[in-house]
Nanobody, 111 residues
Framework: QVQLVESGGGLVQAGGSLRLSCAASGTVFSILAVGWYRQAPGKQRDWVAG???????TYADSVKGRFAISRDNAKKMVYLQMNSLKPENTAVYYC?????WGQGTQVTVSS
């Protein structure tokens, strides 16, 4: 069973930055791909970015060039650096490994 804990969310003004963290435990982390997702109020949960075990990064079109995903296998951590944030990026952000999800961290971007 994989346990995931997100952190780093908060309130930021439009144009600002945040760095989200996802701490994993209970698994052989280095061989697994990890994804970041987000869910805005009243909307479905959407995929934001992913990183493979080998470090290949993929992004949703809406965040390309602004967000960056990275991982530290030794620390069992995945990060999401979010720059040039927009009000529409307001959501609860989750990390996911296979079928396990964290509890999410709230990101609020004010205009």
């Amino acid at each position: 069973q994989v346990q995931l804990v997100e952190s780093g969310g908060g309130l930021v003004q439009a144009g600002g930055s945040l760095r989200l963290s996802c701490a994993a435990s209970g698994t052989v982390f280095s061989i697994l791909a990890v994804g970041w997702y987000r869910q805005a109020p009243g909307k479905q949960r959407d995929w934001v970015a992913g990183i493979s075990s080998g470090g290949t990064r993929t992004y949703a079109d809406s965040v390309k060039g602004r967000f960056a995903i990275s991982r530290d296998n030794a620390k069992k951590m995945v990060y999401l650096q979010m720059n040039s944030l927009k009000p529409e990026n307001t959501a609860v952000y989750y990390c996911r490994i296979i079928s396990s999800w964290g509890q999410g961290t709230q990101v609020t971007v004010s205009s």
